[in-house]
């Protein structure tokens, strides 16, 4: 497909992990970029070890001078970011009413600054060279609501909104920007949330599953596979789109 350069935040485990290992194996070359080095570097290993070009890094979406400073290295080792991922995020459950600012400050710092943060970093490279593509992961919860996720949705739909501004902006600097929006998706973090519910999370997933019209919960390639054609060349001329990946559960 590619022998550009994707730099994937997030992308150690669950959908992140997943679209890291789609991208490499499409023939990107891809820098894992995650908090836990260690887990990055399994993915990173694994891209490898399917015949594939990946190194990881280690930065914290969150302080702008890391990421900074990883877009460097990867441009060192693997060349210029031409593919921005923005995955990574944070969220937990609970009612509006029951947040705290400190809360709010976590949820916008990770899942909405973060992603401000690297395509801050990256798109004037890309500008200059003529050729980009930001792919935002969003979420269904940005697009209709969530319950018990009133913060994570109001970042994702900012996450929406922002992404249509940027792919004005770039539009005639052969850059595109688009947003990925998953429904329930089959990772740890869901699983670890079915687990904390308090309730049997065979039958917390199994509520979700039978809300879905296709009867299953996403897993990361699917999403995965959106990213790899936003990604690709062939979707040059889309920009400012927002796709869902969620088995019919939301259709407007």
């Keep these: 497909m590619s022998n550009r350069t994707a730099f994937v935040t997030g992308g150690a485990q669950g959908i992140g992990q997943g679209i890291a290992t789609t991208l490499g194996a499409g023939g990107f070359k891809v820098a894992v970029v995650d908090l836990d080095l260690e887990a990055a570097q399994a993915t990173a290993q694994s891209i490898v070890a399917a015949g594939g070009t990946a190194t990881a890094v280690q930065a914290d979406v969150t302080d702008s001078a890391a990421v900074q400073a990883a877009v460097k290295t ?6 210029p970011v031409e593919i921005a991922v923005n995955n990574a995020g944070w969220d937990d459950f609970m009612p509006f009413v029951k947040t705290t600012e400190e809360f709010w400050d976590r949820i916008l710092d990770i899942n909405f600054k973060g992603m401000l943060r690297v395509t801050h970093a990256v798109v004037p490279g890309m500008i200059e060279r003529g050729f980009g593509r930001v792919i935002n992961i969003g979420s269904d919860a940005g697009r209709v609501g969530s319950s018990l996720e009133a913060v994570y949705s109001g970042a994702k739909g900012g996450t929406i909104a922002f992404t249509k501004t940027l792919a004005r902006e770039v539009a005639t600097k052969g ?3 688009n947003t990925v929006c998953p ?21 917390v997933l199994g509520g979700m599953t039978k809300a879905v019209p296709m009867k299953r919960l996403a897993v990361p390639e699917d999403v995965a596979a959106a990213v790899a054609f936003f990604a690709s060349d062939a979707a040059g ?16």
Excluded: C, H, W
């Design 74 to 79: 990867v441009t060192d080792e693997l060349g």
């Design 175 to 177: 850059v595109t920007a």
């Design 183 to 203: 429904g329930p998706t089959d990772t740890p973090a869901l699983r670890k949330f079915a687990d904390n519910s308090g309730q049997d999370a065979d039958k």
């Design 237 to 252: 001329y889309i920009t400012g789109q927002t796709l869902s990946v969620s088995g019919g559960l939301t259709m407007a």
